[in-house]
């Protein structure tokens, strides 16, 4: 992270789990001077309690993780779908009618220009509605997830077993708005 200056600085705080996790396995951990490099995923930290594929195979089979997988497709699907549809279209009307694509709209602008700004509009605005609908309908949703993945390997290094709840996600909800 960069340095952070002004008034604010001290109160710079990231709202992810796995921030400092990303790299705490790679280095001199061991004092030999080779790094034990990442962690697979086939065990925790310590190499002992759960393993960390468990609980990532109990979190993607749990309703949290499929509602929010759910809804992505909801979206990406049929906004590729339409996309890939206009896309074809335009190049399919290029290539077979050159007549109705060179027509005059307004001026020098002909059906062919405009429809290539069209695609040009249609990108920023499918870029704008995806990252808008992750931000109501996928993202806490997917915190939350990382959240009681997070907490679920942090009792498992403790030797506690399983964090409380179903599917994990119980666990993250009392945190204060992560």
Do not use: C
């Amino acid at each position: 992270m960069e340095k952070q200056e002004g008034r604010d600085a001290a109160a710079v705080r990231l709202d992810d789990p796995w921030y400092d996790a990303l790299a705490s396995d790679w280095g001199d951990q061991d004092g030999t001077g080779t790094g034990r490099g990442p962690r697979t995923g086939r065990e925790d930290a310590a190499g002992e309690g759960r393993p960390a594929a468990d609980i990532y195979r109990e979190v993607q089979r749990g309703a949290a993780f499929q509602e929010v997988r759910g809804r992505y497709r909801r979206f990406v699907v049929p906004a590729s779908l339409a996309f890939f549809v206009w896309y074809v279209a335009y190049v399919v009307a290029a290539t077979a009618a050159p007549g109705l694509m060179a027509r005059p709209v307004v001026g020098a602008v002909n059906v062919a220009m405009a429809a290539g700004l069209g695609q040009f509009l249609s990108t920023f605005l499918l870029t704008w509605a995806y990252a808008r609908h992750a931000r109501l309908y996928r993202d806490r949703a997917a915190l939350e997830l990382r959240w009681a993945v997070f907490d679920r390997e942090r009792a498992g290094k403790a030797g506690h077993g399983e964090a409380s709840g179903a599917s994990g996600v119980s666990s993250a909800s009392g945190r204060g708005g992560r």
